[in-house]
């Protein structure tokens, strides 16, 4: 089974701020998708990245995936409150989630 | 076009009562998921299935838990006899492919067990 991890659990901050997520494994992935999910809904796709140190930009997101494809980041600059939610990395065979990253922005 | 329908969206039951959650895949999907999620657990695979063939269930916790596809556009959770334990929101998900692509998400069934 290849595991996801990611860092940190939760994350709150002030709007106006940038921040980082990570997704970390010990296993080469071909491709990594990041999900984004916000209460009483499910997970929605937000990009998936295929190549190794392939860049991805999403408006104020920027999602990069790590050279040797065992990781993956986000990156959210002058973050909003609807921002807020849960960020969840997936990949692998059997498209095992992470246990995601519980962001929180505040007005 | 229609997404991943779920239901029902909520089912409140008392302990030791079967428990059936429904999934329509999105149409031309080949795989669908179960997961489970709760607060401890985050979001769990349960079983999923490749042209309606089941291909790891090994997420699936106990023998109360079942899952059938009958054809490509329906399938089915069942969990008999339901314990409290078994309280969680419950997403089905499809995806036009097993490997690596990206899944479309229903909106969940949110399960009470008293």
């Known amino acids: 089974t290849q595991l996801l991890e990611q860092s940190p659990q939760f994350l709150s901050i002030q709007e106006g701020e940038n921040l980082t997520v990570y997704c970390n494994s010990s296993?080469?992935?071909?491709?990594l998708q990041w999900y984004r999910q916000e209460p009483g809904e499910g997970p929605v796709l937000l990009v998936t990245v295929v190549t190794g140190g392939e860049v991805k930009k999403l408006k104020r997101l920027t999602f990069q995936f790590g050279d040797a494809r065992k990781d993956s980041s986000l990156h959210i600059t002058a973050a909003q409150p609807g921002d807020t939610g849960l960020y969840l990395c997936?990949?692998?065979?059997?498209?095992?989630f992470g246990a995601g990253t519980r962001l929180t922005v505040k007005p | 076009d229609a997404g991943v329908i779920q239901s029902p969206r909520h089912e409140v039951t008392e302990m030791g009562q079967e428990v059936t959650l429904r999934c329509k895949p999105i149409?031309?999907?080949?795989?669908l998921f179960w997961y489970r999620q709760t607060m401890m657990r985050g979001l769990e695979l349960l079983i999923y299935?490749?042209?309606?063939?089941?291909?790891?269930d090994s997420g699936m916790p106990e023998d109360r838990f079942s899952a059938k596809m009958p054809n490509a556009s329906f399938s089915t959770l069942k969990i008999q006899p339901s314990e409290p334990r078994d309280s969680a929101v419950y997403f089905c998900?499809?995806?036009?492919?097993?490997?690596?692509?990206?899944?479309?998400f229903g909106d969940g069934t949110r399960l009470s067990i008293l």
């Open positions: 296993s080469v992935f071909s491709s």
């Open positions: 299935f490749n042209n309606n063939v089941p291909i790891d």
């Open positions: 997936a990949g692998g065979d059997d498209m095992r």
């Open positions: 149409s031309g999907h080949n795989s």
């Open positions: 998900a499809s995806s036009p492919r097993r490997d690596d692509q990206p899944q479309h």
